[in-house]
């Protein structure tokens, strides 16, 4: 997105970690497992597919273990697109 010319403002999450309000504010009434991160080794080791935490275990969950939320994380005023979605990138 950098390379098209687009001014973003990056976040390590490792680093800079989300915490669980801001996480539970930026999913707002999205459907969570959406932001779950299906190759992360806990969500597998957990069989989160068939068995999805709820809410607000997956909010604490994410908050404690970043690699948990799907990535890239791109979030455009109320537009947010996460994994590879290319032509939802492109939308953007």
């Known amino acids: 997105m950098q390379k098209r010319g ?4 990056l976040r390590d999450m490792n680093k800079e ?5 801001e996480l539970d504010e930026l999913i707002g009434d999205r459907d969570y497992k959406l ?4 190759r992360n080794e806990i969500y597998r080791e957990r069989n ?3 068995n999805p935490p709820s809410r607000a ?3 604490k969950m994410m908050a404690a273990e970043p690699n948990l939320i799907r990535r890239p994380l ?5 537009t947010i697109v996460f994994g590879y979605d290319e032509p939802a990138l492109k939308e953007l």
């Open 17 to 21: 970690r989300f915490t669980v309000d």
């Open 35 to 38: 932001f779950l991160n299906p």
């Open 74 to 78: 791109v979030i455009k005023g109320k």
């Open 57 to 59: 275990e997956a909010l």
């Open 6 to 9: 687009l001014e973003l403002e």
């Open 48 to 50: 989160m597919k068939e």
